[in-house]
């Protein structure tokens, strides 16, 4: 272990000291050109999007300047597919799911951190087989329950194979087992009943779980796309991906400005509130895990 | 908070009013028939609006009908959601699906043989009125199963302007595969490095090469399968041939790009003038109008012993699990939708081969094709269409030919061994049916 | 798994209301997972239904043809070089990410953005776009090399690069989603910590060897488990780019299952390759579970 000499920084982002070292000096410059064109390269897709989407067929692929700027890609990509229909399916079905999951996943969650009943490992170890048994595999079978339940084709029928959501019941579980006994029972002596103990103690405690599960969920069922495919038939249930799935599964061939002008058009809003609230979201995100 | 509880309490009453009502009101009309359909999307433009608007103008020809058009993605996932949805219980009541899916749909007994429904003689006539090369995906055992809708061929579209560019006659594209070889040899332009700018032509061979394999091997004297789709033909002396003129193309005369050659890049790859003659669907043609920067020519397909192409696209199917009523109804919509000058709209507007000879003496179609002569000449090369690859276990039978014709593209296996193989499989694939 | 030290309630309320509170999820798993699980096994012991032939026993025959498939067996191995090639990676682009983006390279907003846009385009979207990177000729690969008088390669269409194509759009959709969580961690350190380490003249690599990265183990292992769901379970960008080609050279598991189960509509030996597929997964979870979460410290 070879010592060097360091000097403490502060964080220009957050405050908080870091260390220094004088060899760093060199290297940090490496490293700002490393992390740069690791930046430029990740961003680089959604940047050609942009190029294609304000540009026409011919110009798409190749990269002179001076090429006319057009929206004519994003008028046609409009019209190809009900977009804003599709967009708000997805924004629906998204909100369901993550309600829905985190309600159950937290009750489940207490019940498996907090109580002893009999038979309680082996509930858990069934929960547990979901990590492994995803309804992504299971599709002919749920297709089958769906129909049989009535609710095929509509977004509650996309959601539901995945309210129940192991990995959450897991995380959360982890993280109430965390919880200290003695807030428990203080709120015990205030009068409060399971059920009013998990919203004023457990919940609160378990944010920064929350925040990672929901970013977890949100980008899954958001992304999804071979059940949504299977599971729905009509506009008003069908999500995002599959209305983009138009563009790519074409007899004539690929046209780069009009699937990035759809790919513009459905994930816009989100990119937008992501570049709006990327602060806030992620300091959020941060800051309940200071805690 | 008094005022609150009696404006809520008065919303609530009409809420129930007007719920009351909307659920009277429908015992009042008379239930029409409804027949939900499923249709992919294979090619550009509006189509779904184009499906729209013809539900909308059939039902205002006949108002006891409701047709429900379901966009079902491509052909690929419109097969697996209609099959998925008649395991699952509920199909729709007809569906336009690939014409190589007939012995699929027979096999889970999914769908009705249109015999039942063609009772009168206008009903003869019409069937007659398809062209027999599409009708030979959609017959089998004596029974019809499909009726041809929205089908193509494959054909050579070529760069008139790199033609002139290398001493060639732009008006005389290759007739056969030595002149094809021949031009591609003198197409085929490399820069200073060596590296090639512009290929001679290339034919994809990504996801479904067995299709434009099909044009090669037909036009080397046999097709793919048999008449019952009970009998592959990969490992004959004339499919060998084919594929071996296929790969001699990449290895032998440098003219076809190494590799898989993606489906759908090379209209884009014939617009950016790096290949100067392509394989590809008549579907394209609106496409590569609209974009061509260059003059470009379509041809039929060369001839080794003959000319050939295979059809591809999709029929009409009806499903069995509907009511006698919804296969009338739907039955009324195909006969409909398939009329003459429908049939020319929907090819003008999609690229498809409009499916009857009828259809292409309609005034617009003959405006058409005086305006844009290549629209024609997948209808010329109709007499020489031969069927597509269909067989029982269809979509597996094919898949062994796609993986023996890759793994020969790519290099790792020779032409006679690969096709070895894929005969290997097929056979064994096909036993339980023969 | 019993607690030391018992909550003080009263014994019998315990069990009511911890069974009603696991009500509504061990219904919805019973009946979306455990219930079509156990079908699914069932059904692998099962011929195909067809119309004509209704489904009969079988035993062991469909895991007889498993065994002599060799897709399956290309596909398996694909899958396994797939995932010792993602997880590992997009785990250490993720800290390497985190770490840069943690406050000690300039520009952190556009990095943090530009390295989680991946995970808001949908993978049906972008593979088109990846595709266009990957066209020879002109795609923008081919475009970046000619610069260097490199390039000339047919990368989708070639059988030793197709695979490491697609692993590398796997990587580039997932790292960036693993960032977030490495980062989160890393704020949460205690600053004690490094000031500690520096008072101690401790070297930066030894510290975050010693110090750092066994406190990230939590986020660690979280993050591992969505790696190895998702390298298995990401199937959407084969579908758009190569579909299983050059000759199953790109076929992975899930998409075999596919293909047999909604292509071939083979429902018996699809159930039998989700078998497999299920296998796997359950050994991975065994190792993640048993083995690292004995080596996580909690703070």
Known sequence: MSTLRASVNVTPAT?????????????????????????????????????????????????????????????????????????????????????????????????FARFEFRGRGVVFALVLVQLMVMPDVLIVENYRTMTALGIKDTILSIGLPYMASAFGIFLLRQTFKTVPRELDEAARVEGCGPLATLWKVYVPLARPTYLAYALVSVSYHWNNFLWPLIITNSVESRPVTVGLQVFSATDQGLDWSIISAATLLSTGPLLIAFLLFQKQFVQSFMRAGIR | MGRTMRFLRVLARAATALFVALCAAPAFAQAPVEVPFYYPVAVGGPITKIIDGYAADFEKDHPS?????????????????????????????????????MYTLIDEDAIVPFDGLIKTDADRKWLASFYPAFMENSQTGGKTWGIPFQRSTVVLYYNKDAFKAAGLDPNHPPGTWKEMTADAEKLTKRDASGKVTQWGVQIPSSGFPYWLFQGLVIENGINLMNAAGTEVYYDKPETVGALQYWVDLVNKYKVHPPGIVDWGTTPKDFLEGRVAMMWTTTGNLTNIRKNAKFDFGVAMLPANKRRGSPTGGGNFYIFKKSTPAQREAAFEFIKWVTQPERAAQWGIETGYVAVRADAWDTPEMKKYVEGFPAAAVARDQLPFAKAELSTHDNQRVTKALNDGLQAALTGSKSPAAAMKEAQREADRLLRPYR | MRESGSVRRSRGADPVIAWLLLLPAVALLALFTHYPAVANLVHSFYSTPRAN??????????????????????????????????????????????????????????????????????????????LFFYTPEYGLLEQFLGWFGLGGHNWLGSRDTALPAVMVVAIWKEAGFFMIFYLAALQSMSPQLAEAAAIEGASRFYFFRRVTFPLLMPTTLFVLVNAVINAFRMVDHIVVMTRGGPDNATELLLYYIYEIGFRFFDSGYAAALTMVLLAILAAAALLQFGFLERRTHYQ
């Open chain 3, 53 to 130: 032939h209704p489904s009969t026993f079988i035993g062991l025959d469909n895991y007889r043809n498993l065994v002599e498939d060799p897709v399956f067996w290309k596909a398996l191995v694909n899958n396994l070089w797939y995932a010792f090639g993602t997880i590992p990676v997009s785990i250490a682009l993720a800290l390497l990410m985190a770490v840069w983006v943690n406050g000690r390279v300039k520009g952190r907003g556009f990095l943090r953005l530009a390295y989680f846009t991946p995970t808001i385009l949908p993978m049906i979207a972008v593979a088109n776009i990846w």
């Open chain 2, 65 to 101: 009908i409701k047709l429900k058009p379901i966009y079902s993605g491509s052909y690929q996932e419109s097969i697996a959601k209609a099959l998925t949805a008649v395991k699952g219980g509920d199909p729709p009541v007809t569906s336009i699906l690939l014409s190589t899916d």
């Open chain 1, 15 to 111: 405050g908080r000291p870091f260390l220094l070292y004088e060899s760093d000096r060199a290297s940090r410059a490496l490293e700002t050109l490393g992390a740069w064109i690791l930046g430029v390269l990740w961003i680089l897709p959604l940047l050609y999007a942009f190029w294609a989407a304000f540009h026409s067929s011919a110009d798409s692929t190749h990269f002179t300047l001076s090429a006319p700027w057009t929206l004519a890609n994003f008028v046609h990509a409009w019209h190809a597919a009900p977009f804003a229909r599709y967009f708000l399916n997805t924004v629906m079905l998204v909100t369901m799911v993550l309600g829905a999951q985190l309600v159950l996943v937290t009750l489940a969650a207490y019940a």
